[in-house]
């Protein structure tokens, strides 16, 4: 059964450094999203990406976030310059082929942001 | 914008017993809510959803039930065992983004 991917499963970083997320979506599917969720809470939005342009962002998604396709299968989540605040579980997920709404989640990366 | 409560947050049953998790969501043009599953230190899995065309919707020990007119859904799962044990979201769409509930902890006691 397909399946989202990402790697890494966790990293650790200094404060002020810039991370790369990444995530393989499901072959096929056309809309791509990055939440996170933080230790205890509940799954937050951050962005959605469709038609290799950012389609909705959260207030959560500033400045300092960017995402990229920079090929047919990968989709990265930068982080440009961590914060402490930015500690947490970053989940890439992707839809389509069942409709927009139907979305299914990859592993997740923990970032560690000391 | 659509805004998603979950109830309980917590929620201990002994193996065989049914457990049931509710949500409420606030915007009535929501058309489509699906439940996830979070085993501990994984991804939310998609375990079932309903469109709001249907009332309820079952798979195997699994059924969710909508009720459009009250605003809620509700995760049903009959005949529970330990490996049912995990963190459950709701979720309701907003404009193609998922908005979740806050989770349900089920522990299902051997």
């Known amino acids: 059964e397909p399946e989202v991917t990402q790697t890494p499963s966790h990293q650790v970083t200094q404060m002020g450094q810039e991370v790369i997320l990444r995530c393989v979506p499901i072959?096929?599917?056309?809309?791509f999203y990055w939440y996170r969720q933080i230790l205890g809470q509940k799954v937050e939005f951050l962005v959605s990406?469709?038609?290799?342009?950012?389609?909705?962002k959260s207030e959560i998604f500033d400045d300092q976030f960017s995402v990229e396709r920079p090929d047919g299968s990968n989709f990265t989540l930068k982080i440009r310059s961590t914060k402490l605040e930015d500690s947490a579980m970053y989940f890439c997920?992707?839809?389509?082929?069942?409709?927009?709404?139907?979305?299914?989640f990859g592993p997740g990366t923990r970032l560690t942001v000391l | 914008g659509e805004n998603v409560e979950q109830h309980p947050s917590t929620l201990s049953v002994q193996e065989g017993d049914s457990a049931v998790i509710k949500c409420t969501y606030s915007?009535?043009?929501?058309?489509?809510f699906p439940w996830y599953k979070q085993e501990l230190g994984k991804g939310p899995q998609l375990i079932i959803d309903?469109?709001?065309?249907?009332g309820e919707k079952k798979d195997q020990r699994i059924a969710v039930t909508l009720n459009k007119t009250a605003k809620h859904f509700s995760l049903h799962i009959t005949e529970t065992q330990p490996e049912d044990s995990a963190v459950y979201f709701c979720?309701?769409?907003?404009?193609?983004?998922?908005?979740f509930g806050t989770g349900t902890r089920l522990q299902v006691f051997p």
């Open positions: 915007d009535s043009a929501s058309n489509y």
């Open positions: 309903i469109r709001s065309n249907v």
């Open positions: 072959s096929n599917h056309l809309y």
């Open positions: 997920a992707s839809s389509g082929t069942g409709g927009r709404d139907t979305q299914y």
């Open positions: 990406f469709y038609n290799n342009e950012i389609s909705e």
């Open positions: 979720a309701a769409p907003q404009q193609g983004k998922l908005i």
